[in-house]
């Protein structure tokens, strides 16, 4: 042939087997593709409603004829029945530790009990009733004075009590009682519980408030100090919040309720003439610190006396 002239016989052999191999590749796919099928097996319908002695019988067991040429009624093996799944199960998803489109979703926390009130016992008004003081405010440091008192149920025998001090007391109604309140008691100043109740403290009253305010001071500064002889009076420079300076003598009005009562280095002795109240007042210096006792450094000094032929050239 034309194809293998001029070819040496290992060359033929190459040339035959690249025509054959394609050829019978082609076969063989051919043969997987369009060979004979295997056939389905007979399946039994497991839906078929079973005589009261079994399972009814196929189309080839009723027209097998008996020993009496009847036809024979055999049962069917169980083994031999094929249910029929019609319908698939339904999906369910894995756990959430293996299915990696399960999350984990962290549970509310549980709801917070709200805190539970103890019912309080309502408290029984106090026997006696305290509706007000007079006065219901003084001054520190003045003098002792009366305290009237007015409410209601009161009884003979009660006792007023200023700040837990049992006090002097006189009954004179039910709805009225008064006490002597000592200046020892009110000698600073702040509030004062004032209480009615008897002795034992079986039967009391309700609280008033006594206010113990701060007196009024002198708003004065004693800045310079004159002293005279024996027969006059000593001087004193006071100073007022402006700077301006005045000076005053013993009895002197400061103020316009301030008197003057005593002037030394140490300081000026005012007392209140609505109160009787004594205030102090020291000495300080031009820098606002107060002065030693003796000589006040900076106060108002007389000149001393020229001697005598002091100018005299010797």
């Known amino acids: 042939m034309p194809l293998f002239e001029g070819k040496t016989p290992a060359e033929r052999n190459k040339l035959i087997a690249a025509i054959a191999l394609p050829i019978l590749a082609l076969i063989l796919i051919f043969y997987m593709f369009s060979g004979p099928s295997k056939p389905a ?14 399972a009814r019988p196929t189309t080839a067991q009723q027209q097998a004829p008996g020993p009496a040429g009847a036809a024979a009624d055999a049962e069917v093996p169980a083994a031999d029945v094929v249910p029929i799944n019609c319908c698939p199960e339904p999906f369910v998803g894995g756990d959430a530790g293996r299915n990696i489109f399960a999350f984990y979703v962290k549970p509310p ?12 016992t309502p408290t029984p008004p106090p026997p006696y009733l305290l509706a007000g003081l007079m006065p219901q405010s003084v001054f ?16 003979p025998g009660v006792r007023v009590y200023v700040g837990g ?3 002097p007391t006189q009954y004179k109604s039910m709805q009225q009682l008064s006490a002597n309140v000592p200046a020892a008691l009110i000698s600073s100043p702040g509030a004062r519980q004032v209480q009615v109740k008897t002795p034992d403290g079986k039967l009391y009253s309700n609280e008033a408030t006594l206010n113990v305010m701060q007196p009024p001071a002198p708003t004065y500064s004693f800045v ?33 309720r301030f008197r003057v009562t005593d002037i030394s280095e140490k300081g000026v002795e005012v007392v209140d003439k609505d109160l009787n109240i004594k205030h102090t007042m020291p000495f300080v ?19 001393p006396p020229a001697e005598e032929g002091g100018d005299d050239e010797p």
Do not use: H, M, W
């Not at 520190?140 to 009884?155: I, N, W």
């Open 224 to 256: 310079g100090f004159l002293k005279r002889a024996k027969q006059s009076a000593n001087t004193a420079v006071l100073k007022d919040a402006k700077g301006e300076l005045y000076s005053v003598r013993q009895g002197d009005l400061v103020e316009g």
């Open 165 to 167: 001090q049992e006090l």
């Open 41 to 54: 097996p007979a399946t039994t319908n497991a839906n078929t409603k079973g005589r009261p002695g079994g």
């Open 109 to 120: 926390p549980p709801p917070t009990p709200a805190p539970t009130v103890p019912e309080q």
């Open 140 to 155: 520190a440091r003045t003098a002792g004075f009366t305290l009237q008192l007015t409410g209601d149920k009161f009884g």
């Open 285 to 303: 210096d031009a820098r606002g610190n107060p002065g030693a006792p003796g000589r006040a450094p900076g106060s108002i000094q007389p000149p």
